[in-house]
């Protein structure tokens, strides 16, 4: 099995490739070396010191002014975990909680953070061995980091709480304990700062991003080819797509996606022949400016991610070098929360976009039949999919209203201002799953018109891969139950491979 050495930074390629091959972790000899010699620094600094540091010493939040005797330090670290984790809501998936892991150790590998070699290194073994500690969707107001989510995390490094078991492939809920028992592991003694380390950070949000990022990634590649049938099914014209017209504006976004639609559609009969009319409505003729400016944002909140993943997010922070213990606000979510926002938004208009499409294919426009079915009257056809497809569109644009605009006073008014960082990466994940839903019900309706423009044939790249659909989702001829075909659709996005040879 290949590893992967936890070292200076982490990149989206590498996260792709440790979860697709699934990579085992190691700590590098240099990232060992700065977690020890941060560990060290704080044992002499506490040793025979009288000062008070906030989080290492001390109560937390509005308890900051409370002094803890150096005996009851451990005790203040495992209470800490204990009284934090209260999540509740919905499991998380968990690949989003082994991105958790994954980013979780990330962080406390700079060395900053105070903590004990062996618990980060237990943290390896729980990513390595899949022991999945079993977190919860709400509790979290994205600062002071992610709270609940994060004590959930790693109350089983303690043999508390819960996790998911990986038997024989089979995925089960057992204790904390009992999981440290199957791997012959003993329970962490956590010393001084260290449960503050653990739970104070943003890797919930920061999971969630790059789950959504690579999900909306993927997704962003279906619009453009699942919107190209839609263009030769809809017998549109292709200069609103000729690299001039993009070249003069040069959004990288719309450069691209104007050159993507162009090779999906090259050679295609339908493209080529003589159209009667002289424009296409915005759905199809803006695609370039539309799905563009989406993958500009992604571009974007991949940077954001980026910088967030490869950085030290727990409070307070210790720099051995400088002789300095700082207390701080890298925990707070701000960043993260507005750029799920604007993921979110940037998602919800590919839905936005496609629904249109959707709405124009069955309109009995261009030589189609009314709602894409041969009868229609006897048969209803797919005039009801697009009722479908609004109301996931409409759903969106509801979850668009952003989080990161909202706050809420908390701990006594010591933390006064919150991100909601939390709230905009669950509904960000809400917003693409209803965005693969409706790009699935534009496939149904865009493949079912290209049948009606026969004897003419799209591009050779799309008919075959509209043969490979048509084994999962036969072409309708009279009305059957469409929920089994929607599904089937959804079904067929997740398995297709986008990357297949014209």
């Known amino acids: 099995m290949e590893t992967y050495e936890i070292t200076n930074q982490l990149l989206f390629d590498d996260i792709i490739a440790i979860i697709k091959l699934k990579k085992q972790l190691k700590l590098s000899t240099l990232v060992k070396k700065k977690i020890t010699t941060c560990r060290d620094y704080l044992d002499k600094k506490m040793s025979g010191n009288d000062v008070v540091i906030y989080g290492i010493n001390t109560g937390f939040g509005s308890l900051c002014n409370t002094k803890i005797s150096n005996e009851d330090l451990e005790k203040l670290q495992q209470n800490l975990l204990l009284s934090h984790a209260c999540g509740t809501g919905e499991k998380v998936n968990r690949e989003i909680v082994k991105l958790m892991l994954l980013l979780k150790i990330q962080s406390l590998s700079y060395g900053i953070s105070g903590v004990q070699l062996q618990t980060v290194e237990r943290l390896v073994e729980f990513f390595n061995f899949d022991i999945l500690p079993v977190v919860y969707d709400q509790g979290s ?119 993507e639609i162009l090779a999906c559609l090259q050679d295609s009969q339908i493209a080529k022949q003589k159209k009667e009319q002289v424009q296409d409505p915005y759905s199809f003729r803006c695609i370039p400016q539309v799905h563009g400016a989406s993958k500009d944002a992604m571009d974007y909140v991949i940077n954001v991610f980026t910088t967030e993943i490869n950085s030290v997010t727990d409070n307070p922070n210790i720099f051995p070098d400088l002789d300095l213990i700082i207390s701080g606000g890298n925990f707070h979510g701000q960043t993260l929360a507005l750029s799920l926002d604007f993921l979110a938004i940037a998602c919800a208009e590919l839905g936005n976009i496609s629904e249109r499409r959707t709405f124009q294919l069955i309109s009995g426009q261009r030589g189609l039949p009314a709602f894409l079915v041969s009868n229609p009257g006897l048969n209803s056809g797919l005039m009801i ?39 905009a990466a669950t509904k960000c994940l809400r917003v693409i799953n209803n965005l693969e839903k409706i790009l699935a019900i534009e496939l149904l309706n865009a493949s079912q018109a290209l049948e009606f423009r026969r004897p003419l044939k799209t591009s050779p790249y799309l008919e075959g891969f509209i043969a490979d659909y048509r084994k999962v989702v036969p072409f309708i001829s009279e009305d059957r139950a469409l929920y089994i075909d929607i599904e089937n659709s959804i079904s067929f996005l997740r398995t297709e491979n986008l990357i297949k040879e014209a």
């Open 141 to 259: 107001l994205g600062a002071s980091g992610d709270l609940a989510p994060l004590a959930h995390l790693c109350l089983p490094l303690l043999g508390l709480g819960e996790v998911w078991s990986n038997s024989n492939g089979q995925w089960a809920i057992i204790s904390g304990a009992e999981a440290l028992q199957k791997h012959n592991l003993q329970p962490i003694k956590l010393q001084s700062k260290e449960g503050l380390a653990l739970i104070n950070g943003t890797q919930f949000m920061a999971a969630y991003g790059v789950a959504c990022l690579l999900y909306a990634q993927r997704l962003s590649l279906w619009a453009d080819k699942i919107s190209s049938i839609s263009i030769d099914a809809f017998d549109c014209r292709t200069e609103p797509f000729h690299p001039a017209l993009h070249l003069i504006r040069h959004h990288k976004g719309q450069v691209q996606t104007a050159q």
């Open 385 to 423: 999919p697009q009722y479908t497809a609004a109301s996931i569109v409409s759903q969106n644009k509801q979850l668009c209203s952003p989080a990161s605009v909202d706050s809420i006073v908390s701990s006594n008014g010591q933390e006064d201002h919150v991100s909601m960082g939390a709230n």
